[in-house]
């Protein structure tokens, strides 16, 4: 996976802000900065795969396009939702939640899809 880029948002962001300086004592503040900076750890991970995922769909895109495939698989969308859910169950999160998120990148992707499709058609 790709490491992330040193530009000026990574640089700028400081991982001790907190609206509860000076409210608590210092060894909670240290203790929720070292939690907070495992989460965004994790939060700069899922953007990186984001990022690889949205790659490959774009790939299926243009496969799709050339090939003049629907930007929609519904079959595939409910069977990634089945299996996502079953996965979230597995893993002690909320599959109503697992089941919003990915509904929220299949629309994406579908969308992108779509872009492609028409920009490969006026091609």
Same mark, same amino acid.
């Given at each position: 996976?790709?490491?992330?880029?040193?530009?000026?948002?990574?640089?700028?962001?400081?991982?001790?802000?907190?609206?509860?300086?000076?409210?608590?004592?210092?060894?909670?503040?240290?203790?929720?900065?070292?939690? !907070?900076?495992? &989460?965004?750890?994790?939060?700069? #991970? *899922?953007?990186?795969?984001?990022?690889? /995922?949205? %790659? @490959?769909?774009? !790939?299926?895109? &243009?496969?799709?396009?050339?090939? #003049? *495939?629907?930007?929609?698989?519904?079959? /595939?969308? %409910? @069977?990634?939702?089945?299996?996502?859910?079953?996965?979230?169950?597995?893993?002690?999160?909320?599959?109503?939640?697992?089941?919003?998120?990915?509904?929220?990148?299949?629309?994406?992707?579908?969308?992108?899809?779509?872009?492609?499709?028409?920009?490969?058609?006026?091609?």
């Amino acid at each position: 996976m790709n490491e992330p880029k040193n530009t000026e948002t990574t640089q700028s962001f400081d991982p001790h802000a907190s609206s509860l300086q000076g409210e608590v004592k210092n060894e909670v503040l240290e203790e929720l900065y070292a939690i !907070r900076g495992s &989460i965004d750890n994790f939060d700069a #991970q *899922l953007v990186f795969l984001l990022a690889e /995922r949205f %790659k @490959a769909t774009q !790939r299926v895109g &243009i496969l799709k396009a050339k090939h #003049q *495939l629907p930007p929609s698989d519904p079959n /595939r969308e %409910k @069977a990634q939702i089945e299996r996502l859910r079953t996965l979230a169950h597995e893993a002690h999160l909320d599959p109503e939640f697992a089941e919003k998120f990915l509904n929220f990148v299949i629309s994406e992707v579908i969308r992108h899809h779509q872009n492609i499709s028409d920009s490969h058609n006026n091609a």
